[in-house]
């Protein structure tokens, strides 16, 4: 929601924030009520980041202040536009983090992964080997599987990424590293030659709610590589 303090105000912050590519749900000149508050609260109820009350070269009732508080309504006041803009960007880059940091643990990355000839360093789980990231990204606690004789065999999860001798937490398209991939206890070890062979390919299991995830917070870190193989793993695990 915009609230300025004449009507000029108003359609030069309109006109900023369409270049801006920002959606706007409601605006105001001088003061607001209640009901525009429930509108704001409506549209964050859509989107978090639409939120927000943007406040330009104008001053809000405390009690308004107060309210929105209680509603869990960001207001931000500014005397110049491109402050105020920074401000929400802000708002908006803090948020998303946020939101990345609550559903890290649920996001799967896609990642397709071969191994490195002359590099099983385990024979039998926890697994250790060298892989080349032939596309995706690989990230720490990772889900990865084969496919043996079309079946699918679960391997277990990557505990630790190791790039020239130093751990990391994920690795990228190109890249050579060596891996340790862990099962859960009480769960059959896997086996180089039963389960996988030098030239098996090792995939991430994702799902279909690691997909929204991906989709809803990590967005902006997706590019159409990753579509592409997103769409070649929804193909092998059968998601719709």
């Given at each position: 929601m915009?609230?300025?303090s004449?009507?000029?105000?108003?359609?030069?912050?309109l006109?900023?924030?369409?270049?801006?590519e920002?959606?706007v749900?409601?605006?105001s000149?001088?003061?607001?009520?209640?009901?525009d508050?429930?509108i704001?609260?409506?549209a964050?109820?859509?989107?978090?980041e639409?939120g927000?009350?943007?406040?330009?070269?104008?001053v809000?009732?405390?009690e308004?202040?107060e309210l929105?508080?209680k509603?869990h309504?960001?207001?931000?006041?500014?005397?110049?536009?491109?402050?105020?803009?920074?401000?929400?960007?802000?708002f908006?880059?803090?948020?998303?983090?946020?939101?990345?940091?609550?559903?890290?643990?649920?996001?799967?990355?896609?990642?397709?992964?071969?191994?490195v000839?002359n590099?099983?360093?385990?024979?039998?789980?926890p697994?250790?080997?060298?892989?080349?990231?032939?596309?995706?990204?690989?990230?720490?606690?990772?889900?990865?599987?084969?496919?043996?004789?079309?079946?699918?065999?679960?391997?277990g999860n990557?505990?630790?990424?190791?790039?020239?001798?130093k751990n990391?937490?994920?690795?990228?398209?190109?890249q050579?590293?060596?891996?340790k991939?862990?099962?859960?206890?009480?769960?059959p070890a896997?086996?180089?030659g039963?389960?996988?062979?030098?030239?098996s390919?090792?995939y991430?299991?994702i799902?279909r709610?690691?997909?929204?995830?991906?989709?809803?917070?990590?967005?902006?870190?997706?590019?159409?590589?990753?579509?592409?193989?997103?769409?070649k793993?929804?193909?092998?695990?059968?998601?719709i």
């Open positions: 915009l609230v300025a004449t009507l000029g105000s108003l359609e030069a912050l006109s900023f924030l369409k270049k801006s920002i959606p749900a409601h605006v000149i001088g003061q607001i009520k209640k009901k508050l429930v704001v609260q409506a964050m109820d859509k989107n978090k639409h927000v009350v943007l406040v330009f070269d104008t809000l009732d405390k308004i202040k929105a508080s509603m309504l960001k207001i931000i006041e500014a005397k110049i536009i491109y402050h105020l803009f920074d401000q929400y960007e802000a908006v880059r803090d948020l998303r983090q946020k939101e990345k940091d609550e559903h890290s643990n649920e996001a799967i990355f896609p990642v397709q992964l071969s191994i000839p590099c099983i360093f385990t024979k039998r789980s697994l250790i080997l060298g892989v080349n990231i032939d596309a995706g990204t690989l990230k720490i606690g990772t889900p990865l599987c084969v496919f043996k004789d079309q079946e699918k065999v679960n391997l990557v505990t630790s990424i190791e790039n020239n001798k990391v937490v994920k690795a990228f398209k190109h050579k590293v060596a891996i991939i862990e099962l859960k206890e009480n769960v896997k086996m180089y039963r389960h996988f062979s030098d030239d390919i090792f991430s299991v799902t709610k690691s997909l929204d995830v991906l989709k809803q917070c990590f967005r902006d870190e997706l590019d159409e590589e990753h579509v592409e193989l997103i769409s793993l929804k193909n092998k695990f059968g998601i």
